[in-house]
T-cell receptor
Framework: KQEVTQIPAALSVPEGENLVLNCSFTDSAIYNLQWFRQDPGKGLTSLLLIQSSQREQTSGRLNASLDKSSGRSTLYIAASQPGDSATYLC????????????FGPGTSLSVIP | NAGVTQTPKFQVLKTGQSMTLQCAQDMNHNSMYWYRQDPGMGLRLIYYSASEGTTDKGEVPNGYNVSRLNKREFSLRLESAAPSQTSVYFCASLRPPPSNEKLFFGSGTQLSVL
């Protein structure tokens, strides 16, 4: 059974700091991994998607990496801003049970001005 | 292009009442999903549908039924609501290959069962 965890559960940083969010999964036989952002009371917005054959993806100040062998992904946010405050979730699609997408519990990020 | 549309946005039920949550997508996606989100537990998969006419159980299917009415619509039904089903419910659809296979979410339904 695929299990996805995220550490830390909550993080508070001063504006301008670079930070790393972690995602771990127990089954390395994944199809892809996706990072999402969720603002309070809102739905989820896709940030980055990494296919199993890729090592990283970048979009603006965001960089996501994937290490299948260790069952880990990281989301790096450069020069954090108050507008980055949100909950960040990772989600994994497995090679088996192909259509199931399993989410981690999320990391709640607060960027202090 | 509305994306994924969920109705209603809010609902209050009494224990034992029934209701159906509606979801529609206009992106011609094959796979659709229903999740529930509870504090500290992330999103848990209730049911999913890989294509029109097929549905499969996820992690927490008990107390729910689904219908994939057509390619666009995927509804979630609570036959006899219980307080444990108080949650935020999200519908999602998956963009198929060869495009970037991202999940697209609706804005959610906040359900309270008293």
């Amino acid at each position: 059974k695929q299990e996805v965890t995220q550490i830390p559960a909550a993080l508070s940083v001063p504006e301008g700091e670079n930070l790393v969010l972690n995602c771990s999964f127990t089954d390395s036989a994944i199809y892809n991994l996706q990072w999402f952002r969720q603002d309070p009371g809102k739905g989820l917005t896709s940030l980055l998607l990494i296919q199993s054959s890729q090592r990283e993806q970048t979009s603006g100040r965001l960089n996501a990496s994937l290490d299948k062998s260790s069952g880990r992904s990281t989301l790096y946010i450069a020069a954090s801003q108050p507008g980055d405050s949100a909950t960040y979730l990772c989600a994994v699609r497995r090679l088996t049970s192909y259509d199931k997408v399993i989410f981690g519990p999320g990391t709640s990020l607060s960027v202090i001005p | 292009n509305a994306g994924v549309t969920q109705t209603p946005k809010f609902q209050v039920l009494k224990t034992g009442q029934s209701m159906t949550l509606q979801c529609a997508q206009d992106m011609n996606h094959n796979s659709m999903y229903w999740y529930r989100q509870d504090p500290g537990m992330g999103l848990r998969l209730i049911y999913y549908s890989a294509s029109e006419g097929t549905t499969d159980k996820g992690e927490v299917p008990n107390g729910y039924n689904v219908s994939r009415l057509n390619k666009r619509e995927f509804s979630l039904r609570l036959e006899s609501a219980a307080p444990s089903q108080t949650s935020v419910y999200f519908c999602a659809s998956l963009r198929p290959p060869p495009s970037n296979e991202k999940l697209f979410f609706g804005s959610g339904t906040q359900l309270s069962v008293l």
